[in-house]
């Protein structure tokens, strides 16, 4: 079964449809535009699946609606550590949250780390009435709570209901961007050795003094050295920031595209993308082409103006 809701302009707005891709899990719903899903309750059939979709297709005009394109590439890893989670309130309308998690180290833990953080903390932005930064807090809590060896690193956006902007929290290097007037802006500060070390840099030497040569040898190993994640993650540690508009496009990646694709091809890479999903896939293969050896994940987000 697939639906497909448009608005009067024949824009698509809702792509529906009750899925069943495993023969141990129970039939879920899902919108190949939002990102939305909702599996049937055990033991719930396809018929409680059909039924789901079509409560998504009637959602209100008056709630706000994006679509997201996700891509992720393994590169030269044995395994895909990162992880994308979409959540769509589909009961009040009042929020849509994004996360994108990089799980520390290239084994099945490190995977499980990033995918269970991810899910917990869009999760936790609806149930718990969290703040992005509180959700990154239920994600750490969540990661205690199954004792996972492994960690990773996050960045969490959420869009409330009344348009007023985006809210961002993360930990470690994943990024969160938004598309501004043709220029894509870094929203997020990566939490690194490195980004301390320019920091402390920009505040003892001022520009017409020449810092000590090393400082340059050992950037580019820095970089890969955060200091936060979510296993560790602290109140006081969580990066932090909020935008005053909701119309604009938004992308969340891994360091497996940010730390390799120049700003400016980034950039291009955004604003001519004609579709999120077309536009993902791109943002994260030019990960790989432009030299990464990590994982590659990018999450492109749209706010759909409804007429």
């Known amino acids: 079964m697939l639906h497909v809701l448009r608005d009067t302009t024949g824009q698509a707005l809702h792509k529906v449809a009750a899925v069943q891709p495993r023969p141990d899990e129970p039939p879920r719903a899902l919108c190949g535009l939002r990102g939305w899903s909702e599996f049937a309750d055990p033991p719930g059939d396809h018929a409680e699946a059909r039924a789901l979709a079509r409560q998504h297709l009637e959602r209100p005009a008056a709630w706000p609606v994006f679509h997201r394109g996700r891509a992720s590439l393994t590169g030269d ?83 409330r209901a009344g348009g007023d902007g985006y809210e961002l929290a993360w930990v470690g290097d994943c990024r969160g961007y938004e598309l501004r007037d043709g220029r894509l802006i870094q929203l997020t500060t990566d939490h690194t050795v490195a980004e301390e070390a320019r920091a402390w840099l920009r505040e003892a030497y001022s520009q017409h003094e020449a810092a000590p040569g090393w400082y340059a040898h050992h950037l580019p190993r820095w ?75 990018a999450l492109l987000i749209d706010p759909v103006v409804i007429p």
């Open 77 to 159: 890893r044995r395994v895909n550590a990162d992880h994308a989670a979409v959540f769509v309130d589909d009961v009040t309308g009042e929020v849509t949250a994004w996360a994108v998690a990089d799980g520390i180290g290239d084994n099945p833990d490190a995977a499980d780390a990033a995918r269970i953080a991810a899910s917990a903390a869009v999760r936790a932005l609806y149930g718990s009435r969290l703040d992005p930064a509180g959700a990154v807090l239920a994600a750490r809590d969540e990661l205690a709570r199954r004792e996972l060896e492994g960690d990773a690193v996050m960045v969490v956006a959420a869009a």
């Open 223 to 297: 970089e890969h050295m955060v200091t936060t994640t979510v296993a560790t993650a602290t109140a006081s540690a969580i990066g932090r920031a909020a935008t005053d508009d909701q119309t604009m496009r938004l992308l969340l990646t891994t360091d497996g595209v940010h730390k390799s694709v120049p700003h400016d091809t980034l950039t291009t890479l955004v604003s001519t993308a004609s579709s999120v999903q077309a536009g993902a896939h791109r943002i994260a293969r030019a990960g790989i082409e432009h030299g990464s050896h990590d994982n590659a994940t």
